[in-house]
């Protein structure tokens, strides 16, 4: 078997077998592929595309390529929850401690942010200690004795995506539905999670725009789970405005503990709520929505929720002060306040356009080897369908970054629709597959 003639036939819009998928694989691992041949069939993918066979014998050897983590004698419902990535998307944080205070078992490896999304992994390294370079030895260990832990990836599990993930990025193939499918397929059925819950964002600050193409993306990572015996559900969501208030390292794990200390914003609420549903769905716990929603409201109103972050927290040598004194975070030396320029009320607030202006704050990095200022970021003070005035604050600038704050505040003034009329609140929620 020859690389060339795999690659003249994708190139020919013929469907690749197992045991051509598994040579490329096996090639990419042991270099007997050059990268410029590997980038020459990414290329024939992207115009050909790939079948849900194709898609799901891909996944399979890019698990095969590396460690699988085994954590059956930790549960046999061990949950893993991903997002696509967004604006303000701190779900993971929330998602986590309600999951564990439920008495449901969580292992979540997650990375840092690129581009315009932030990292969950970032967020918590804000945290003043804490720890996300685990062994899979400790990570292990958190699980079974707190029942949840999240560490950030390690380059042993599904090792052929991060090969593939460097040559998509440098030869723009990374938006082709199949391989996206695999990446995120691929991570994590190796991280050990039995039920997989996925967050799949749409619009302008999520990598995928049109909720056409969450669908189909969704439907191929279910189908491809349900081919290499994983239990995955998608919740497909809007992220054509910010989730929350807060965009940025720091001031989002403000919101994370405001959150569960009962100050609730709805839309995060509606997003992290649905997610948890479907995990108690896939274990057996509740069977309808109100009454996994009303069991979630009491874990927070009860203090269990918030106690279980702190738990994380101190388990991964954080400092838990920071839950009762926000000072201990990273604090930015410079403080903005942007002003509304007419009377009205807020139809939209455009994600991208905020997200762009918190990467400019010094919140955001171009490539994975870039520093961050974990204190900068963005707070809404007015959102969706609520009234301003002229001269009223509508957003907050933290940065250490003073020449950043003109363009940034051009930005977030643009991101801001004012219209006369007032715009009711919809579902964020598209669809659930």
């Known amino acids: 078997m020859k690389i060339i003639d795999i690659i003249e036939r994708k190139k020919l819009g013929f469907e690749l077998s197992e045991d051509e998928i598994r040579f490329f694989i096996n090639g990419i691992m042991d270099n007997t592929i050059e990268d410029y041949q590997t980038s020459a ?11 849900l066979d194709e898609t799901a014998y891909l996944t399979k050897y890019m698990v095969e390529s590396g460690e699988t983590l085994n954590l059956s004698d ?24 309600l999951m564990a205070a439920s008495g449901m078992y969580t292992a979540k490896l997650s990375g840092r942010g690129l581009g315009h999304t932030g990292g969950t992994i970032d967020k918590l390294e804000s945290i003043p200690g804490f720890r996300t370079d685990l062994s899979i030895k400790e990570f292990k260990e958190k699980v079974k004795k707190y029942k949840t832990a999240i560490a950030a990836q ?8 991060g090969k593939l993930y460097a040559l998509r990025d440098v030869t723009s193939t990374v938006d082709i539905i199949p391989l996206i499918a695999s990446s995120v397929v691929s991570k994590k059925i190796a991280s050990g999670a039995n039920h997989i819950i996925l967050d799949v964002k749409y619009g302008s600050g999520a990598f995928i725009k049109t909720p056409q193409d969450a669908v189909k993306l969704s439907d191929i990572m279910v189908q491809v789970g349900k081919r290499l015996n994983r239990n995955i559900c998608a919740v497909i969501s809007s992220m054509n405005q910010p989730l929350g208030r807060a965009i940025g390292n720091s001031v989002e794990i403000q919101e994370v503990i405001e959150f569960l200390k009962g100050n609730i914003e709805d ?21 309808t ?18 106690e279980k972050f702190k738990e994380i927290i101190i388990s991964q040598n954080g400092d838990p002060d920071i839950i009762d004194d926000y000072l201990k975070l ?16 807020i139809k939209n607030i455009d994600a991208l356009k905020i997200a762009k202006a918190c990467k400019n704050l010094g919140a955001g990095r171009e490539k994975k080897s870039d520093s ?38 051009k930005l977030v003034l643009s991101a801001y629709e004012i219209t006369d009329k007032q ?6 929620i598209y669809k659930i597959i």
Not at 267 to 287: R, S
Not at 330 to 345: C, N
């Open 41 to 51: 069939l990414l290329m024939a993918i992207y115009f050909k595309g790939m079948t």
């Open 74 to 97: 930790v549960s046999n419902n061990i949950i893993d929850k991903h997002s696509t990535g967004g604006v303000g998307d701190k779900i993971t944080l929330i998602f986590l401690p």
């Open 154 to 161: 390690t380059l042993s599990l599904a090792p052929a995506d």
């Open 267 to 287: 839309d995060l609420k509606e997003i992290t709520y649905t997610l948890c549903h479907c995990a108690f769905e896939k274990a057996g716990k509740f069977k």
């Open 289 to 306: 929505k109100e009454d996994s929603f009303k069991y979630l409201d009491d874990l927070i109103s009860s203090g269990k929720a918030l």
């Open 330 to 345: 990273p604090q930015a030396s410079i403080k903005y306040e942007i002003k509304s320029e007419k009377d009205g009320f």
């Open 372 to 409: 961050i200022d974990y204190s900068a970021g963005i707070y809404l003070t007015q959102k969706q369908s609520e009234p301003v005035k002229q001269g009223e604050t509508i957003a907050v600038l933290y940065t250490n970054k003073k020449s950043a704050i003109k363009e940034a505040e």
């Open 423 to 428: 715009y009711k609140k919809s579902s964020l």
